[in-house]
T-cell receptor, first 111, second 117 residues
Framework: LAKTTQPISMDSYEGQEVNITCSHN???????ITWYQQFPSQGPRFIIQ???TKVTNEVASLFIPADRKSSTLSLPRVSLSDTAVYYC????????????FGTGTLLAVQP | EAGVTQFPSHSVIEKGQTVTLRCDPI?????LYWYRRVMGKEIKFLLH????????ESGMPNNRFLAERTGGTYSTLKVQPAELEDSGVYFC???????????????FGPGTRLTVL
């Protein structure tokens, strides 16, 4: 399974766009890139997943360059409630895939 | 639709005692996973059930941990006897069985915080 590297923490202000970049230099051909969000005292929650190029949903966008060795999670106009830990995971998107979590990025949104 | 639930939310026990954690997955989800995070460490995979069968238990730390999923519905994780290093948050997650190559989103419960004194 590919190892991921992401910043330990980031600070932002309400209303700003936040971009969190994740490096995964040894990503395999079959690997998907997935981001989970975790609030204090809760379990992780799926945000978005992609394989290549750009994916957008109602919560975030995921940008993946052609070489797929990195990816960027983009959160538009963050609010205080977006303060959480964000995990970048890389692995095969099979039906029985166990998740391998790294240390994640603690995003602190200030007023 | 109810999400993944876990019981208890907190448990404080003494070293050497036994504790049983319970997870109720989302109805219809055949995949059930247990993870845990010990203090200061990353969330680690423990094991994976498909229905009542253990698909992968490579993350189970030792034989003091026993997971069951009788009938393929809820699951229990028993720690006997508990040691200090077992303290942490135990998460359960569930997902549907999907066809190969289709992403398998896992839905997590709130976790059980276990403290061993």
């Amino acid at each position: 399974l590919a190892k991921t590297t992401q910043p330990i923490s980031m600070d932002s202000y309400e209303g700003q766009e936040v971009n969190i970049t994740c490096s995964h230099n040894n990503i395999a051909t079959n690997d998907y890139i997935t981001w989970y969000q975790q609030f204090p005292s809760q379990g992780p929650r799926f945000i978005i997943q992609g394989y290549k190029t750009k994916v957008t949903n109602e919560v975030a966008s995921l940008f993946i360059p052609a070489d797929r060795k990195s990816s960027t999670l983009s959160l538009p106009r963050v609010s205080l409630s977006d303060t959480a830990v964000y995990y970048c995971l890389v692995g095969y998107g099979g039906a029985t895939n166990k998740l391998i979590f790294g240390t994640g990025t603690l995003l602190a949104v200030q007023p | 639709e109810a999400g993944v639930t876990q019981f208890p939310s907190h448990s404080v026990i003494e070293k050497g005692q036994t504790v049983t954690l319970r997870c109720d997955p989302i109805s219809g989800h055949d995949n059930l996973y247990w993870y845990r995070r010990v203090m200061g460490k990353e969330i680690k995979f423990l094991l994976h059930f498909v229905k009542e069968s253990k698909q992968d238990e490579s993350g189970m730390p030792n034989n003091r941990f026993l997971a069951e999923r009788t009938g393929g519905t809820y699951s229990t994780l028993k720690v006997q006897p508990a040691e200090l290093e077992d303290s942490g948050v135990y998460f359960c997650a569930s997902s549907q069985v999907t066809s190969s190559g289709t992403y398998n989103e896992q839905f997590f419960g709130p976790g059980t915080r276990l403290t061993v004194l």
